[in-house]
């Protein structure tokens, strides 16, 4: 069973820094890859960041290239997320996501194929 609990979100003024980590218990049996999603209010969860555990290979949506940094820890199982120079348009709940569909379709996974989501952790960013 896949369980992913997500934290370092918080409030933070436009152009600061947030880092997001997000721990994973994963089955050993199976080999996952990772990801960040995010959810902004009335609108559908979309996937900001991938990584591939083998290489290190990232993948970032153009809204976020350039000011977000996706990493892992494949030791601990933890996926990060840095953040910085945070835009209002980047408010969301943050998800992180591990699944071997990730592996498969990498940025083009759809939510609805990922089965294991953590709570979440929301990030608010003012203007």
């Known amino acids: 069973e896949v369980q992913l609990a997500e934290s370092g979100g918080g409030s933070v003024q436009a152009g600061g820094s947030l880092r997001l980590s997000c721990t994973a218990s994963?089955?050993?049996?199976?080999?996952?890859?990772m990801a960040w999603f995010r959810q902004a209010p009335e609108k559908e969860r979309e996937i900001v960041a991938s990584?591939?555990?083998?290489?290190?290979?990232?993948w970032y949506s153009d809204s976020v290239k350039g000011r977000f940094t996706i990493s892992q820890d494949n030791v601990e199982n933890i996926l990060y997320l840095q953040m910085n120079s945070l835009k209002p348009e980047d408010t969301a709940v943050y998800f992180c996501a591990a699944s071997a569909v990730l592996c498969w379709l990498g940025h083009t996974t759809p939510p609805s194929s990922i089965d294991s989501w953590g709570q979440g952790t929301q990030v608010t960013v003012s203007s």
């Open positions: 994963l089955p050993r049996s199976e080999t996952y890859c």
């Open positions: 990584i591939y555990k083998q290489g290190g290979r990232t």
